[in-house]
Structure formats: structure tokens, C-alpha cells
């Protein structure tokens, strides 16, 4: 058993050299963990300024991409309020126009209403006086005649008119389209 005791104190009580040796182990170990630990810290500071870098540039590009955006919604919200306001305009004057043009209708039928009404007065005073069928007849044929007359009139005077009319609603349209652009 002495044999196996002194075996094992040799275990549990290392020389001096083997200390020194040991100590020196650990101590460039150490050193090697330190250095690497120093390095590591380098390249993750490179790491992370090159990330940081990055991120700089990329919200740079978002922030001039969303202000190019902003712009561009401004300039088309500013024409389309332009544009809004000269097709208010111009339904403003084509419907002012529009009016005028009811009004020169309403007074027109209004005129042919009236002769109408006259001319067939005085037709039915002459079918009172007529002394014969001859007669008659050449009378409701003079009648037939100027009334087909006067609608044919009518009707051009009314046709005209409203071609007049359309042609000023699109020129006051079209006027306010040229200012627009």
C-alpha cells in the first residue's frame, strides 16, 4: 500500500517544472483566448460599422425615393385641382350658356306659337266667307302651303340656333381647355 500512497502523492503534488510548465500552458492560452477575444471585437466593430453604413445608405435611398414621391403626388394633386377647377369653369359657362339658349328657345316657340295661332284665325275667317267649294279648296291650299312654310322656317331658325349653341358651349370649353394647358 505504501507503494500505491507514494504513487498517488506523486499524482497530487506536481514537481516545480511541471508548475512552471503548466502555468505557462495556461498563460499562452490566455494570451492566444485574448487575442483572438481582441480580434473578434475588431471585426465585429468593422462588422457592425460596415452594417451601420449600410442601413445609412439604405434609409438615405428611402428617404429621397419618398420624398420624390411626395413631390410627385403634389405636383398631380395641384393639377388635378387646376384641372378640376377649369372643368368648373367650363361647365359653369357651357351651362350658362345652355340657359341663354333655353331661354332664346322658349321665346322663339313662343313667336311661333303666336303667328301659328294668327295664321289659322285668319284661315278660319276665310272658310267662314267662302261663297263656294272652289273657293274653299283654294283657300285650305294657300293655308296647307304657308303653314308648311312656316315650320319648314321653324324649324331651320331652330336648328341653326342650336348649332350655334352647341358650337359656343364647346368654344367656352374649348377655351378653358387652351388656359389650362
Do not use: C
Amino acid at each position: 500500500m505504501d507503494g500505491q500512497q507514494h504513487s498517488s502523492s506523486q499524482n497530487v503534488n506536481p514537481s516545480p517544472n511541471d508548475a512552471r510548465s503548466a502555468s505557462g500552458d495556461v498563460r499562452g492560452a490566455v494570451e492566444r483566448w485574448s487575442r483572438g477575444s481582441e480580434q473578434a471585437q475588431r471585426e465585429s466593430g468593422e462588422n457592425r460599422n460596415e452594417a451601420a453604413d449600410g442601413a445609412k445608405e439604405i434609409l438615405g435611398d428611402l428617404k429621397e425615393g419618398t420624398e420624390a414621391v411626395v413631390e410627385g403626388s403634389a405636383r398631380m394633386t395641384q393639377q388635378l385641382g387646376e384641372f378640376t377647377q377649369y372643368g368648373l369653369e367650363a361647365l359653369a359657362a357651357s351651362s350658362k350658356l345652355s340657359v341663354e339658349g333655353v331661354g332664346v328657345f322658349s321665346r322663339e316657340a313662343a313667336e311661333f306659337g303666336r303667328k301659328n295661332l294668327e295664321h289659322v284665325s285668319g284661315a278660319i275667317r276665310q272658310f267662314t266667307q267662302v261663297k263656294g267649294p272652289s273657293e274653299l279648296l283654294q283657300i285650305q291650299s294657300e293655308f296647307a302651303k304657308a303653314s308648311v312654310e312656316n315650320a319648314v322656317a321653324y324649324s331651320r331658325r331652330l336648328s341653326e340656333a342650336m348649332l350655334g349653341l352647341a358650337g359656343e358651349m364647346a368654344q367656352a370649353v374649348a377655351k378653358r381647355s387652351v388656359r389650362h394647358r
